[in-house]
């Protein structure tokens, strides 16, 4: 099977501000990462656009016509204080990353005989899980992860989409669009508490459709293996998902300059191979991965070229 990899140049022409934390610079060090001779038999395809249709499957209209009436031509423009920030490249760098997001559903769900594609990675900026229906936060414009999967149960009549989240930070946009539907699945791990402050474990959906398993700050490899074996991995095995995405943050490595957790590139393989597991025996290994955040840029990159190790087998 192939691994397939969506990525644009647009998504490198998202400029926050001087020093901002969510800068191209870790795009560039994940693209150097999986142009190493290891990854050479990853296909590459340029993300197309994403549509209007498809963000409103996740955002209010009004919301998502105020982002495009402040796009601007010239300078920075915040949406949330200074945190989230639009630049003249940035509305093309998100729609890209809402439109790698949909074609890596399409790709893996192509039934075609000869349909070789069953796992995407998504090399896409800015990050998108802390995006609500109708507000932008912490880094993130619109949430394509979310999109994601609701696209999967409107465009292929999916019943049930599991969306799963190792970023440190909690996402508190994907549990917010998915809370009262229970044909969405979503489950994080997550340092707590940390920045925004949601995602305790009370926190459980409709229809126990959400699963939150909070870390303290300085987990190590042996807490957070133990955590997701036995409070997230069997969820995911009841709900029985169709498809599998992935939120893959990387800023729970111990590298990372903006959070606590102390995580192993070989924690990033170890979880990645669980999930595929769990898509093998539901799915028929349909996995497509979006890049969330990640800030130290040794630690994105040997993160993300674990994660991708693991994606190709």
Not at 251 to 267: C, K, Q, S, V
Request: glycine share 8%; with cysteine.
């Amino acid at each position: 099977m192939t691994t397939l990899v969506y990525s644009h140049a647009a998504c490198l022409e998202h400029h926050p501000g001087p020093s901002h934390p969510e800068s191209p610079e870790r795009l560039i060090a994940v693209l150097r990462a999986l142009r190493a001779p290891e990854f050479a038999a990853l296909q590459w395809r340029d993300a197309p656009l994403g549509t209007r249709e498809q963000l409103e499957l996740i955002h209010d209209p009004a919301f998502i016509d105020e982002v495009a009436d402040l796009a601007p031509q010239r300078g920075y423009v915040p949406l949330d204080g200074g945190d989230t920030v639009m630049s003249p490249g940035s509305w093309e760098a998100v729609m890209r990353c809402v439109g790698a997001a949909c074609a890596g559903v399409d790709a893996v769900m192509d039934t075609a005989a000869d349909a070789e594609i069953r796992k995407v990675f998504c090399a896409t900026r800015p990050c998108g899980h802390h995006a609500e229906p109708a507000r932008a936060m912490g880094f993130c414009i619109f949430n394509q992860a979310a999109i994601a999967a609701a696209y999967a149960c409107d465009a292929y009549e999916l019943e049930r989409v599991a969306l799963v989240d190792f970023d440190v930070h909690h996402g508190n946009g994907t549990q917010a669009a998915f809370y009262n539907r229970p044909e969405l699945f979503y489950a994080s791990s997550h340092q707590s508490p940390f920045y925004p402050g949601t995602g305790a474990q009370s926190e459980t959906g409709v229809d126990h459709n959400i699963v939150n398993v909070p870390l303290p700050r300085g987990c190590d490899s042996a807490q957070f293996r133990s955590r997701i074996e036995t409070e997230m991995l069997p969820a995911i095995r009841r709900f029985n998902p169709q498809l599998m995405i992935i939120s893959a943050g990387f800023d729970a490595h111990r590298l990372d300059p903006l959070a606590g957790l102390n995580l192993e590139d070989e924690d990033f393989h170890w979880i990645t191979a669980e999930l595929m597991r769990i898509a093998d025996a539901s799915c028929e290994g349909r996995i497509v991965s979006i890049l969330e955040g990640g800030y130290s840029m040794d630690g994105l990159a040997s993160g993300t070229a674990a994660h991708l190790r693991a994606l190709m087998g």
